[in-house]
């Protein structure tokens, strides 16, 4: 758990609109140019972003689990 904390903590930080905004201006100006879009990233995004990163996490650490028993065998 402890290792899990930093990918999703860069991930929620890279994903803050403002951080785009800075990071990346041409994205920001697209953001900025659209009320749809700029709700969407300001609301939705890191919401998805951190569910799907979670979501991942099972099949993550059974491949890391696989390999490992992989290289028991042999």
Do not use: H
């Not at 697209?30 to 099972?58: C, E, F, G, H």
């Not at 059974?62 to 490992?68: C, I, R, T």
Request: overall charge negative.
């Amino acid at each position: 758990m402890f290792f899990w904390i930093f990918p999703i903590t860069g991930l929620a930080s890279l994903l803050s609109y403002k951080e785009i905004k800075k990071v990346m201006p041409w994205l920001g100006t697209i953001i900025d140019s659209n009320d749809k879009i700029r709700a969407v990233v300001q609301n939705s995004l890191p919401s998805v972003a951190m569910i799907t990163l979670n979501a991942l996490l099972p099949f993550i650490l059974e491949g890391e689990v696989e390999s490992e028993e992989l290289l028991a065998v042999r």
